[in-house]
């Protein structure tokens, strides 16, 4: 199996680059942070090679205090939490509000939210428990003060957020290539406060534990 793994900065997939895998060819791309540099290099990558699955993996933040910092996440469904329009009173419409589609693939018509169709059963031979499934934000801007904070929770109501993960359901899905997304949480999304994130052990603990995620491939 081709495998491509998808992270935006290298120290978030440095350790399985370097890594020697049996039976499988495994792929890594540094896409660069963000949806825009996402989608371009991921884009590029399933236009030139042939990849039998993506699996996105990086950090991200949790908006509750019920998964610890470090632990590994599967996200289930990306929402695009920022596109669409407000009011003139200011409030958030969505895509489907104003009349606009994002994409449509298959008869189906995507909006905001892309929840993952494909099972990790058809790929892997066992489901890791320890990853609790999530449903996550893709956001150009990190939330990290109190309105904004709130504002998200009563909207999509997230269990995480990151910045690229939307962008590789939208392509994936768009190419139709199989694609799975998983993360280790850094931090919570509260008002601002670096000292307590820990990007090293989440970058750690998302490398470790996909790679012995894939010695389950089917």
Same mark, same amino acid.
């Given at each position: 199996?081709?495998?491509?793994?998808?992270?935006?900065?290298?120290?978030?997939?440095?350790?399985?680059?370097?890594?020697?895998?049996?039976?499988?060819?495994?792929?890594?791309?540094?896409?660069?942070?963000?949806?825009?540099?996402?989608?371009?290099?991921?884009?590029?990558?399933?236009?030139?090679?042939?990849?039998?699955?993506?699996?996105?993996?990086?950090?991200?933040?949790?908006?509750?205090?019920?998964?610890?910092?470090?632990?590994?996440?599967?996200?289930?469904?990306?929402?695009?939490?920022?596109?669409?329009?407000?009011?003139?009173?200011?409030?958030?419409?969505?895509?489907?509000?104003?009349? =606009?589609?994002?994409?449509?693939?298959?008869?189906?018509?995507?909006?905001?939210?892309?929840?993952?169709?494909?099972?990790?059963?058809?790929? =892997?031979?066992?489901?890791?428990?320890?990853?609790?499934?999530?449903?996550?934000?893709?956001?150009?801007?990190?939330?990290?003060?109190?309105?904004?904070?709130?504002?998200?929770?009563?909207?999509?109501?997230?269990?995480?957020?990151?910045?690229?993960?939307?962008?590789?359901?939208?392509?994936?899905?768009?190419?139709?290539?199989?694609?799975?997304?998983?993360?280790?949480?850094?931090?919570?999304?509260?008002?601002?406060?670096?000292?307590?994130?820990?990007?090293?052990?989440?970058?750690?603990?998302?490398?470790?534990?996909?790679?012995?995620?894939?010695?389950?491939?089917?």
């Amino acid at each position: 199996m081709n495998i491509l793994i998808v992270s935006a900065t290298h120290s978030e997939s440095e350790k399985i680059a370097s890594h020697r895998f049996d039976h499988h060819l495994v792929q890594v791309a540094v896409t660069g942070i963000g949806m825009t540099n996402t989608a371009y290099r991921l884009t590029k990558l399933l236009a030139t090679g042939s990849f039998d699955l993506v699996l996105n993996i990086g950090i991200c933040g949790s908006y509750g205090r019920s998964i610890p910092i470090g632990d590994v996440v599967h996200v289930t469904e990306e929402i695009f939490s920022e596109m669409g329009a407000t009011d003139a009173d200011g409030n958030f419409l969505n895509l489907k509000k104003i009349g =606009f589609k994002h994409f449509a693939k298959d008869g189906k018509e995507y909006y905001n939210r892309i929840t993952n169709p494909n099972k990790l059963s058809d790929f =892997f031979d066992y489901y890791p428990s320890n990853a609790k499934e999530v449903r996550s934000i893709t956001v150009n801007t990190v939330n990290g003060d109190a309105r904004s904070i709130e504002r998200i929770r009563s909207r999509y109501d997230p269990h995480v957020e990151n910045m690229e993960g939307g962008a590789v359901a939208c392509v994936c899905l768009q190419e139709g290539i199989p694609f799975f997304e998983f993360r280790s949480i850094s931090n919570y999304v509260e008002p601002r406060d670096t000292f307590t994130w820990n990007i090293p052990l989440a970058s750690a603990n998302i490398q470790n534990f996909m790679i012995e995620f894939l010695a389950h491939l089917n």
